[in-house]
């Protein structure tokens, strides 16, 4: 399917999220809490809805960039694979939240170790997993996959 238009991304806000969900999560592993790998699935389930209310975009918004923190890296690029990127983590955050409730906190880790792993790869070398399986579901043909990647 041809790509109708490019949008833009704000990768400056992207980045913050990656960076709120590594600190999050890796505080949260070493309090041994539940509540703050709840809080980051929630962040990141909110986002990948596109909320106006979203933690990680309400931190970036109205907080860091009007306050010069971060500045603004606006590129042409289609929103979707982000959002199915933070819609993976959301879920196995939430996963891990269930498991950690339910006294298993090994392969609650696990699953909260992955997402800090994939966060640091997109934050530190710029390659989302979760886009790239957007993208794939995309070439195949997937329902709901409408937007290819734009090259160039």
């Known amino acids: ?9 704000d990768q400056s806000g992207i980045k913050v999220g990656q960076a709120a969900t ?8 070493v309090l041994d809490s539940w509540i703050l790998v709840v809080f980051v699935a ?6 990948a ?13 109205r907080v860091l960039k009007p306050g010069g923190f971060v500045k603004p890296n606006v590129i042409p690029d289609n929103p979707e ?8 983590g959301g879920l196995m955050n939430g996963a891990a939240t269930v498991l950690l409730l339910a006294a298993v906190p090994t392969p609650a880790w696990v699953l909260v170790w992955v997402v800090i792993v994939l966060a640091n790869l997109n934050f530190w070398l710029n390659f989302c997993l979760g ?16 937007r290819a990647r734009v090259e160039g």
């Open 131 to 146: 886009c790239w399986m957007y993208y794939q579901l995309n070439r195949l043909g997937v329902p709901g996959f409408q």
């Open 22 to 29: 590594i600190i999050l999560l890796l505080l949260g592993f």
């Open 1 to 9: 399917m041809a790509n109708e238009t490019l949008r833009k991304v």
């Open 42 to 47: 929630a962040a990141q389930l909110l986002g």
């Open 81 to 88: 694979p982000h959002r199915f990127a933070m819609l993976l």
């Open 49 to 61: 809805l596109d909320a106006p209310f979203a933690p990680y975009r309400l931190l970036y918004q």
